[in-house]
């Protein structure tokens, strides 16, 4: 089993920045993929965004080039590095574990963290 726990979050000014992290524990050698999701009130939950085992990031056009998400393998974290932050930024954000390996065996699975709430305001 593997846990999810996230930090970072809070109350930014348009244009600061945030940084949230997100801290895997248990059975877990190294993540393989891991993805962040927003959700604003009254929204559906959207993608932000991604990272794979070699490094490779993806992005919504949304946040493209205002957010960076990078990981530390040491640690077992990924990171979700917000810059240039805007109102419509505000949402509750959640890192969503889909692969992992532990020391023998590839893991396809769907773990969420508890959310961290970002909000955009002046």
């Known amino acids: 089993q593997v846990q999810l726990v996230e930090s970072g979050g809070g109350l930014v000014q348009p244009g600061g920045s945030l940084r949230l992290s997100c801290q895997a524990s248990?059975?877990?050698?190294?993540?393989?993929?891991m993805d962040w999701y927003r959700q604003a009130p009254g929204k559906e939950r959207e993608l932000v965004g991604g990272?794979?085992?070699?490094?490779?990031?993806n992005y919504a056009d949304s946040v493209k080039g205002r957010f960076t998400i990078s990981r530390d393998n040491a640690k077992n974290a990924v990171y979700l590095q917000m810059n240039t932050l805007k109102p419509e930024d505000t949402a509750v954000y959640y890192c969503?574990?889909?692969?992992?390996?532990?020391?023998?065996?590839?893991?396809?699975?769907?773990?969420w963290g508890q959310g961290a709430q970002v909000t955009v305001s002046s």
């Open positions: 969503n574990l889909k692969r992992y390996s532990d020391y023998d065996v590839l893991w396809e699975v769907d773990y």
């Open positions: 990272i794979v085992n070699d490094g490779r990031t």
């Open positions: 248990g059975s877990i050698f190294s993540i393989l993929v």
